[in-house]
């Protein structure tokens, strides 16, 4: 194919034009999405059909479904599990938020080395992470012998095995993925909408609410999302600082798992576990839409 070339001649001081016909190049082919599409099926798409059969006896295929939402301890298993994850998520975006708007707004040239902070956690094994907490929470921790020593206390007491430890060992873990999807936001956010706001006789308060939060919203649903999705699939926490006093769908597979060996009813509850994770990505997918982002 020959290109053919146009040419205005004029002064020395016009420009010269060339027209060339345009071309459509092919950058790649479908070919080269064979490998990640065999990828998701063969440990992705494979192993979660796998799981729905193997939820679904031959004799009765609703059994063990009808177990879990009709059987009264099973079905509080179930609230548990949701609850749990609820609490969760709002306790990480009450602490997260202001650390995320600190690190944007306030770190400064300090902002690398509070990030390095916020993950480093993440590089330690989460069994290590939360037996550091029953070390320090323990009878004989350093807690305990903190409040001895001052006189709030006068003898150690049992702080380990409770609620309220399991929540603290979940918040521990999964607070940095709230900071995170937060901070992403605000590095966005215009700061001269914030100075408008303020111009136009706004208070720190009154912009924060009516331009900072609804430009961070999408932020703050992914980091919901992701903390209760994580928190439905967390079983170590329960297991190692619950003592068995909070008891989710998570902690109830590993059981099915490696006591009873029921794999059909711990399939079944991982199957309603993925629901939920969808419901969830569904509910942000429903809000990015309606915000206008494709």
């Known amino acids: 194919?020959?290109?053919?070339?146009?040419?205005?001649?004029?002064?020395?001081?016009?420009?010269?034009?060339?027209?060339?016909?345009?071309?459509?190049?092919?950058?790649?082919?479908?070919?080269?999405?064979?490998?990640?599409?065999?990828?998701?099926?063969?440990?992705?798409?494979?192993?979660?059909?796998?799981?729905?059969?193997?939820?679904?006896?031959?004799?009765?295929?609703?059994?063990?479904?009808?177990?879990?939402?009709?059987?009264?301890?099973?079905?509080?298993?179930?609230?548990?599990?949701?609850k749990v994850s609820a609490i969760t998520t709002v306790a990480c975006l009450i602490l997260g938020y202001p650390v995320a708007y600190f690190m944007v707004r306030f770190a400064g040239r300090w902002n690398p080395l509070f990030v390095f902070l916020l993950i480093a956690p993440l590089l330690t094994s989460i069994i290590m992470r939360t037996f550091g907490w029953t070390v320090l929470f323990s009878r004989k921790g350093l807690?305990?012998?903190?409040?001895?020593?001052?006189?709030?206390?006068?003898?150690?007491?049992?702080?380990?095995?409770?609620?309220?430890?399991?929540?603290?060992?979940?918040?521990?873990?999964?607070?940095?993925?709230?900071?995170?999807?937060?901070?992403?936001?605000?590095?966005?956010?215009?700061?001269?909408?914030?100075?408008?706001?303020?111009?136009?006789?706004?208070?720190?308060?009154?912009?924060?609410?009516?331009?900072?939060?609804?430009?961070?919203?999408?932020?703050?649903?992914?980091?919901?999302?992701?903390?209760?999705?994580l928190t439905n699939g967390s079983f170590l926490t329960m297991l190692l600082l619950g003592g068995g006093k909070v008891t989710t769908l998570s902690l109830l597979i590993f059981q099915q798992f490696t006591l009873t060996q029921n794999v059909g009813f711990a399939a079944a509850m991982g199957n309603v576990l993925l629901l939920f994770a969808l419901i969830g990505l569904a509910i942000q997918l429903r809000f990015l839409r309606r915000k206008g982002v494709k």
């Open 143 to 229: 807690v305990n012998t903190v409040l001895v020593d001052i006189g709030l206390i006068s003898k150690p007491v049992n702080m380990v095995n409770t609620e309220i430890m399991v929540y603290v060992g979940l918040i521990h873990v999964l607070a940095p993925f709230m900071v995170l999807s937060i901070t992403s936001v605000l590095q966005g956010v215009n700061r001269s909408l914030e100075e408008s706001a303020q111009i136009l006789g706004a208070s720190k308060l009154r912009m924060f609410l009516t331009v900072t939060l609804p430009l961070s919203l999408d932020g703050i649903a992914t980091g919901c999302i992701l903390v209760f999705v």
């Open 1 to 82: 194919m020959t290109q053919q070339l146009t040419f205005t001649v004029g002064t020395p001081e016009q420009d010269v034009s060339v027209e060339r016909p345009s071309k459509s190049f092919r950058i790649s082919s479908g070919m080269w999405t064979l490998p990640a599409l065999i990828f998701l099926l063969t440990f992705f798409v494979f192993p979660l059909f796998a799981n729905v059969v193997r939820s679904l006896p031959a004799d009765d295929p609703l059994q063990h479904y009808r177990t879990l939402f009709l059987d009264p301890y099973y079905l509080n298993v179930v609230w548990q599990t949701v």
